[in-house]
């Protein structure tokens, strides 16, 4: 009877250590697959296999690159650490002060930057103006909730006072009336917003920059040169016309040398063009299938958003979640002038090969059409937003001459200049 008892204990002992042995291998083994293939913990089921733990975490690696910045607080299409990239950084900032800004020595240059800036390049941009000899003066505030909200006030007295402003601010001020301000007073602007290291590495590149400015004016020359209409599709669906502008209004500057110098020192980040045409005669259909931002809840599109537009006028018909923040964002201003066409642009950097999620760089990947909605401006009460959809691999033409075809410039001076560029270069 001892004997039996003893066994029957025995076994329950032996029960209990195989079934808590079995439990300790099985997440031994799970832990083993999140060391040996995750960035962080990846959720594995039970009977996840090795090379499915290997394909999740490659989709997961791919999203991560595709969705950069998710919100305001967020900054990077890149590694954070704070040595990433830290001699090309330096080497971009410095051609971006002696050559783009042509920074001058005893000049007071302003850079202004909110709490989702990119230190990195603050610090390198900082460190590029006194080595030319001029006077780096930094200002950080808070992250406002939209863009073209009015600065601190301290912010707006620094940017009047100063002979060159910088902008790195995430939730940029453009359209503010602090930056109509700054402008009058003959102020060089330039709205670098949201950089971060990976992107001035890659979009402010000394090797190929002049070369990339050839190319702008090539393509400038040829959109300026249109007589009647512009048409552009895409493979998701756009399909726009508008007409061009009456003769002698494409691409003016006007003839004030002081005027052509300073906007030359200021402006946006290098890579991207502009249609001269009548923006209120824009009718069709746009789908953004890159980016669109704001709102900052979007930013890389999951899915394609389409918009209907008339006269210059677009209204949001998907009806998908991000389709929703988008109509949200629209409407919250109460104001017709939020859904009007302010620009439509092009996108030329050869840096800029994919989206990213940070919209200063996606404006710019190489092909791309950029629209830019809503008038916007900070003065109360009639504040209105403005925002930048993405359309790839767009079909271009001028005046029905095809210029460029699923995102390919096809132009011969445009082609070749692309090639030299390093892009489509399997094109014959």
Not at 44 to 52: A, K, L, M, S
Not at 355 to 369: A, K, L, N, Q, S
Not at 387 to 397: A, H, Q
Request: glycine share 8%; charged share 20%.
């Amino acid at each position: 009877m001892k004997l039996r008892v003893r066994s029957i204990i025995l076994a329950m002992v032996l029960c209990v250590f195989l079934c808590s042995w079995a439990w300790t291998q099985q997440k031994t083994a799970k832990q083993v697959k999140e060391l040996s293939y995750g960035k962080g913990v990846i959720n594995i089921t039970e009977d996840q296999t090795i090379e499915e733990a290997k394909e999740q975490e490659k989709t997961e690696s791919q999203l991560s690159q595709v969705r950069s910045s998710v919100g305001w607080s967020s900054f990077g299409s890149e590694r954070q650490y704070p040595t990433y990239l830290w001699m090309e950084l330096a080497r971009s900032a410095n051609y971006l002060c002696d050559h783009v800004l042509g920074i001058l020595p005893d000049e007071n240059v302003l850079i202004y930057a909110d709490t989702a800036t990119d230190p990195r390049v603050v610090q390198a941009t900082a460190a590029a103006i006194q080595t030319l000899g001029a006077h780096a003066v930094v200002v950080w505030y808070e992250t406002k909730g939209d863009v073209d909200c009015s600065p601190p006030a301290p912010v707006e007295a620094a940017v009047l006072a100063s002979d060159m402003v910088i902008e790195y601010a995430v939730a940029y001020l453009i359209h503010s009336e602090m930056w109509s301000k700054a402008r009058q007073k003959g102020i060089p602007m330039k709205c670098l917003t949201g950089m971060n290291v990976g992107m001035m590495v890659r979009c402010i590149n000394p090797d190929n920059y002049e070369k990339m400015q050839e190319f702008g004016r090539a393509y400038s020359e040829v959109l300026r040169s249109v007589q009647s209409e512009y048409r552009v599709t895409s493979p998701a669906g756009t399909v726009i016309t508008w007409k061009a502008r009456s003769q002698g209004q494409n691409g003016s500057v006007g003839n004030d040398d002081e005027q052509v110098q300073r906007r030359s020192r200021g402006g946006m980040l290098g890579g991207q063009g502009h249609f001269s045409g009548q923006n209120s005669t824009v009718n069709g259909t746009i789908v953004f299938d890159g980016a669109i931002w704001p709102p900052s809840e979007v930013g890389a599109i999951k899915e394609p958003i389409e918009l209907k537009v008339k006269d210059g006028v677009v209204e949001v018909v998907s009806d998908h979640p991000e389709a929703r923040i988008v109509k949200n964002w629209f409407a919250h201003f109460h104001d017709p002038l939020a859904y009007v066409i302010t620009h439509i642009s092009t996108g030329y950097n050869p840096g800029v090969k994919r989206i990213t999620g940070d919209i200063v760089e996606d404006e710019r990947v190489f092909g791309c059409v950029e629209i830019g909605i809503g008038r916007g401006t900070s003065v109360l009460p009639n504040r209105r937003g403005h925002t930048d959809g993405i359309i790839l691999c767009p079909s271009v033409w001028v005046d029905g001459k095809l210029i460029e075809k699923d995102g390919v410039f096809v132009e011969p001076r445009l082609k070749k200049l692309a090639q030299e560029l390093g892009m489509q270069l399997w094109v014959k």
